[in-house]
């Protein structure tokens, strides 16, 4: 089993920022991509940032400039830092990532996809 921990979400006034974490625990050996979806009212889930292993980033065009992804591969967890949030940022935000962990057949791993429960950010105007 692997479980994704997001926190950090809240109320911010437009303008403001908020950091959000997500931390990954279980039994895997390795994760290629981690990244954070959302999903506002009314609204199908829509990628907001993932970044790999290695550090190559990709961004919604909405959140560019004012979103930033990082990540600890140490710790298993991904950050978004955002900056500048607008009320239309408004939304359930989730984590995403893709752990391998060990089977007991070839090619003796496979790849699993797990999403967190969500965290909820509102942004006033």
């Known amino acids: 089993q692997v479980h994704l921990v997001e926190s950090g979400g809240g109320l911010v006034q437009a303008g403001g920022s908020l950091k959000l974490s997500c931390a990954a625990s279980?039994?895997?050996?390795?994760?290629?991509?981690m990244g954070w979806y959302r999903q506002a009212p009314g609204k199908q889930r829509e990628l907001v940032a993932t970044?790999?292993?290695?550090?190559?980033?990709n961004y919604a065009d909405s959140v560019k400039g004012r979103f930033t992804i990082s990540r600890d591969n140490a710790k298993n967890t991904v950050y978004l830092q955002m900056n500048t949030l607008k009320p239309e940022d408004t939304a359930v935000y989730y984590c995403?990532?893709?752990?391998?962990?060990?089977?007991?057949?070839?090619?003796?791993?496979?790849?699993?996809?797990?999403w967190g429960q969500g965290t909820l950010v509102t942004v006033s105007s």
């Open positions: 279980g039994s895997f050996f390795s994760i290629n991509a």
């Open positions: 970044i790999t292993r290695g550090g190559t980033t």
């Open positions: 995403n990532a893709d752990p391998r962990v060990i089977t007991a057949t070839a090619p003796f791993y496979r790849t699993l996809e797990v």
